[in-house]
Nanobody, 125 residues
Framework: QVQLVESGGGLVQTGGSLRLSCAASGRTFSNYVMGWFRQAPGKERELVAT????????YYSDSVKGRFTISRDNNKKWVDLQMNSLKPEDTGVYYCAASTNPFPATVSQQHYRYWGQGTQVTVSS
């Protein structure tokens, strides 16, 4: 089992940057594929990015490819999401999640067992 706590959200102007962090507790963090999801008001939760156990494999949604970077440190038990060139459509609650599925079969929220509480990101125009 793993517990997840996100931090780093906030308000930023269009074109700005934010770095989200997800701290994990539990002994087997390196066994989990990790993902970042987001949910905008009135919309379904969607995958932003996912990263393999080792960190050697990553996958991004088309909407964030080239602007966002996911990374992880298994020793420190965290996974980060660096967000650059932010747009108003990036606004939403961002969630960190852990999956026991093998990468890259981790593109749907149904693949994830553990979730953080979420952190709000607001991009003003």
């Amino acid at each position: 089992q793993v517990q997840l706590v996100e931090s780093g959200g906030g308000l930023v102007q269009t074109g700005g940057s934010l770095r989200l962090s997800c701290a994990a507790s539990g002994r087997t963090f390196s066994n989990y594929v990790m993902g970042w999801f987001r949910q905008a008001p009135g919309k379904e939760r969607e995958l932003v990015a996912t990263i393999s156990w080792s960190g050697g494999g990553t996958y991004y949604s088309d909407s964030v490819k080239g602007r966002f970077t996911i990374s992880r440190d298994n020793n420190k038990k965290w996974v980060d999401l660096q967000m650059n060139s932010l747009k108003p459509e990036d606004t939403g609650v961002y969630y960190c999640a852990a999956s026991t599925n093998p990468f890259p079969a981790t593109v749907s929220q149904q693949h994830y067992r553990y979730w953080g509480q979420g952190t709000q990101v607001t991009v003003s125009s």
